[in-house]
């Protein structure tokens, strides 16, 4: 695990930090490490999201697609 140590912090900011954390239920470093993750996160969740928003307005318009597994396999074993 790394460390990381951030300096000079505008006093209001810790306590509302501190305030945070404590209305959570956690220490300080541990309501620090929820924010910092749930942020470094952020990008891939949302991509997914958007992934995940193509792909039901693609069954919207064309509908399912059916399982291409068994049409793959006929076609590698016929040529294998």
Not at 16 to 21: G, I, P, S, T, V
Not at 25 to 39: A, D, M, V
Not at 59 to 80: L, V
């Amino acid at each position: 695990m790394g460390d990381v140590r951030v300096r000079n912090l505008d006093e209001n900011v810790v306590l509302e930090l501190k305030d945070r954390a404590k209305r959570n239920g956690r220490s300080l470093e541990s309501e620090l490490r929820e924010i910092l993750t749930e942020e470094a996160r952020r990008p891939r969740i949302e991509w997914a999201e958007r992934l995940q928003q193509f792909r039901d307005s693609l069954r919207a318009k064309y509908g399912a697609f059916p399982d291409s597994t068994p049409i793959i396999r006929e076609e590698r074993d016929r040529w294998s």
